[in-house]
């Protein structure tokens, strides 16, 4: 697949990050019409500009954007 593709998809799959609070691969894949093979490489894209946060939860893989993670020291 052509990067700039890879890329236009990560840019939808961005928008709609932003619209929720986290969301699995198959859900965002619909939601944005993509596969679910073009979903996860946008994801890749993301999660390498740290864009991202990704985690496994009830066996899903569960995809965040980056406001997700908040740290807390102390």
Same mark, same amino acid.
């Given at each position: /697949?052509?990067?700039?593709?890879? =890329?236009?998809? $990560?840019?939808?799959? #961005?928008? &709609?990050? %932003?619209? &929720?609070?986290?969301?699995? !691969?198959?859900? *965002?894949? @619909?939601?944005? %019409? *993509?596969?679910?093979?073009?979903?996860?490489? $946008? &994801? =890749? #894209? *993301?999660? @390498?500009? %740290?864009?991202? +946060? !990704?985690? @496994?939860? %009830? =066996? *899903?893989?569960?995809?965040?954007?980056?406001?997700? /993670?908040? +740290?807390? +020291? =102390?």
């Amino acid at each position: /697949m052509d990067k700039k593709i890879v =890329g236009v998809n $990560a840019g939808k799959i #961005w928008h &709609v990050l %932003n619209e &929720v609070d986290g969301i699995s !691969i198959p859900e *965002l894949a @619909r939601k944005v %019409n *993509l596969s679910v093979e073009s979903t996860a490489l $946008a &994801v =890749g #894209w *993301l999660a @390498r500009e %740290n864009k991202v +946060f !990704i985690e @496994r939860k %009830n =066996g *899903l893989v569960e995809v965040y954007n980056e406001s997700h /993670m908040t +740290f807390s +020291f =102390g």
